[in-house]
């Protein structure tokens, strides 16, 4: 065995990102469970939470409260105690570190200062739903949670739903109606949803189709607005390659008797929405013809 892999040590001097269970407590890693277990002290989201996830696992280590509050003024304090020697880990209520939970403003700082970063991967939200969902996941895009009010939620699908890749998001109990309610008037009754709830809990729960009829779905189970969601979207349908009726050698022939190659295909791609790249190609070739 790799003897890095193997390797049983925690280091001082060392920040650990850890990923804890988002439900069922049998999700933490070996190798977690060590970390957390033998680290100088933690830092976490919430202590009463993670103090209950230690005691399950009978791990006794000092805490440290770093969230969203405070995280600004206490990171450097964290890093203080890292830099003269000791080690920490950071762990979020659920799930990996930094993925829409605190600790991106400690491990840049990390960064800056020399500090080691050290991830223990784990379990996540964000790729258990991906993994479920039946969506495209050779390309997605993280989203997070969208804004609360209508209007700026609207907004922000309304900037996405040119994008091809599967568009993941998080959502509240008491916003996910309403999200969905977004996502109908935005892409359209026909897109593609899929959302998981309480992934890895007692009542996990699944709903999947055309986005009007997850909408019923949610509105038809009571239990649909409680707990956590991630909202999968399927990305929209790749634009033609050539405008219908459009005769893109003729097109490019004609730009390039004026224009250089370049500049031909720039103007081209605006025009027809192929690919600038696909078009300077063609251009090329035809000049060579």
């Avoid at 258990?128 to 039946?134: I, R």
């Avoid at 900037?159 to 568009?167: F, G, I, P």
């Amino acid at each position: 065995m790799n003897s890095e892999i193997a390797r049983s040590d925690v280091g001082g001097g060392v920040l650990y990102i850890v990923a804890t269970p988002i439900g069922n407590l049998e999700d933490i890693t070996a190798r977690a469970e060590r970390v957390l277990a033998s680290v100088d002290f933690i830092a976490a989201e919430d202590t009463r939470h993670s103090g209950r996830l230690l005691q399950a696992l009978a791990i006794r280590r000092p805490l440290v409260a770093l969230h969203d509050h405070n995280e600004r003024e206490r990171a450097a304090s964290v890093l203080d105690r890292i830099v003269a020697g000791e080690s920490a880990a950071l762990i979020s209520d659920a799930g990996t570190p930094l993925i829409s939970d605190p600790g991106y403003i400690l491990v840049r700082q990390a960064r800056e200062r020399g500090v080691r970063v050290v991830p223990v991967p784990g379990v996540s939200a964000l790729t258990s739903a991906l993994s479920v969902a039946g969506l495209p996941t050779d390309r997605f895009t993280f989203i997070g949670f969208l804004p609360a009010k209508r209007s700026g939620r609207q907004a922000a699908l309304d900037s996405l739903k040119h994008d091809v890749a599967t568009l993941v998001f998080y959502e509240s109990p008491h916003r996910i109606v309403d999200m969905i309610e977004d996502v109908v008037a935005v892409f359209g009754e026909h897109r593609e949803v899929a959302i998981t709830r309480e992934l890895t809990k007692t009542f996990e729960s699944f709903y999947g189709g055309a986005a009007a009829g997850v909408l019923d779905q949610l509105q038809a189970d009571p239990n649909a607005t409680k707990g956590e969601f991630v909202v999968m979207v399927q990305g929209a349908q790749p634009r033609s390659e050539e405008q219908p009726g459009v005769d893109v050698d003729k097109m490019l022939r004609l730009l390039c008797q004026e224009l250089p190659v370049k500049k031909a295909a720039r103007i081209g791609a605006e025009l027809t929405g192929v690919s600038r790249n696909d078009l300077y190609q063609r251009a090329l070739a035809l000049k060579d013809e």
